[in-house]
């Protein structure tokens, strides 16, 4: 396939779902393109972000953590969002999407809790019933946010199979959606799932691209490099959009670089990592067809990572054609080294970051040296707050994880 058919980016992407699905994802896809082109829709839409979520968030020039690693680093505040993530950006969008598709149920998935508290909170504002998924070792690792959304008004469903984490809460979202097709919609937190999702999720979140080309502007900075966490995959693609856009109207030389960093968890050579890109090989989970984690039977391989929101097997089919075609880097680090530079951003900035984005940081301390004196966007998808107790507890001498 073309990446410029629809559902599909190069080979990757595409609709691997029950025949029942089909009429509601292409409903989605109907709603989706009238909405784009509806002045209506797109102010409810811009409002909503700029009055409840919070929007535009800062770009911070982090002059102390910057020092310290020889360059000029500048963090895209995705952290103070209502909320404290990037996943609002996309809650907001597919709720306003959901009310004008004349739903009245939204089901979600949620690993590390910030796509289930952004689906909880924009249901909450909007008048939907709302039912999250989450596996039971990601509520054990992310109470607060349990407990975040049960305020909200949802009702937080445990999944007590597999492995008990991200993979089996979105089975388990599926196996709803099925169920109530007709009543509900689900929206997906990440650019994964069957077409449209990849492209509809990309499409609200590259809010956080488009603002930090503008604020770069503003200061007249011209960025060298981008680094972004990636799971799923959302956040990333967000803030890469408009820079693979320019990139391809450039001499080679005059490319932004791009950096998707993985979670390589214990080390990719101990099979307890998330490095879907780095480490894994194409197959089909969750409606597409993108790089997994497999063993040589294609059964998939429980993934690792002591971030909850990365610990997913798969990743986002763009990603995938984007690894493909060279336009992106992918890296992965340990969790020893998101450890390290969670404590690196706490000490250094005053702030605490989410474990996801603390992957992003890793990244780039990792090869500073190669970026010294240039300029260097991150994209901070989310704060810490959910972190801080389990963080504790692995930097304590007998924790584990």
């Known amino acids: 396939m073309s990446s410029s058919a629809p559902g599909w980016f190069g080979d990757f992407g595409g609709q691997f779902v029950p025949e029942t699905l089909i009429p509601a994802l292409d409903e989605l896809t109907e709603a989706w393109a009238e909405a784009r082109d509806d002045p209506s829709f797109r102010r409810d839409l811009e409002e909503s972000l700029a ?3 919070g ?6 020039r ?11 680093l500048w963090l895209k505040r995705e952290d103070l969002n209502h909320t404290g ?7 907001m969008g597919q709720a306003l999407l959901a009310r004008r598709m004349n739903k009245a149920r939204i089901i979600a998935e949620t690993g590390a809790g910030q796509h289930g508290v952004a689906a909880a909170t924009a249901c909450a504002v909007l008048d939907f019933e709302c039912a999250v998924y989450m ?11 349990v407990e975040r959304m049960e305020l909200l008004g949802a009702e937080v469903i445990p999944v007590s199979s597999g492995s008990r984490t991200l993979k089996d809460a979105t089975n388990e979202a599926i196996r709803d959606w099925v169920t109530n097709v007709d009543t509900t919609h689900y929206i997906i937190g990440s650019v994964v799932g069957p077409a449209p999702y990849p492209g509809l999720v990309r499409d609200f979140q590259r809010v956080i691209g488009d603002e930090t080309v503008r604020q770069l502007a503003e200061r007249g900075v011209a960025p060298d490099t981008l680094f972004a966490c990636v799971g799923g995959g959302s956040n990333a693609i967000g803030i890469f959009a408009p820079f693979i856009e320019s990139n391809r109207e450039r001499d080679a030389g005059d490319r932004v670089e791009l950096v998707g960093i993985e979670a390589a968890g214990h080390g990719l050579e101990t099979g307890r990592h998330s490095a879907s890109l780095t480490a894994g090989e194409p197959g089909v989970l969750h409606g597409n067809y993108s790089y997994l984690l497999q063993d040589a039977d294609g059964q998939l391989i429980p993934a690792h990572s002591v971030s909850a929101g990365l610990d997913y097997p798969g990743v986002g089919p763009e990603h995938a054609w984007l690894k493909e075609t060279g336009q992106v880097r992918y890296e992965s680090v340990t969790d020893d080294e998101a450890l390290a530079a969670f404590q690196d951003l706490c000490r250094l900035e005053g702030l605490i970051p989410a474990l996801e984005s603390a992957h992003a940081l890793a990244g780039l301390r990792r090869e500073a040296a190669r970026w010294a004196g240039r300029n ?4 901070l998808s989310g704060r810490g707050d959910k972190d801080v107790e389990e963080v504790a507890r692995l930097l304590d001498p007998g924790g584990t994880s």
Do not use: W
């Open 62 to 72: 982090a002059s102390r953590l910057g020092a310290d690693l020889g360059l000029e």
């Open 135 to 145: 596996g039971e070792e990601d509520m054990r690792r992310q109470a607060l946010n």
């Open 51 to 53: 009055d409840y979520v």
């Open 376 to 379: 260097v966007v991150i994209c």
């Open 85 to 91: 993530a990037h996943k609002i950006n996309n809650t």
């Open 55 to 60: 929007r535009p968030t800062p770009l911070y």
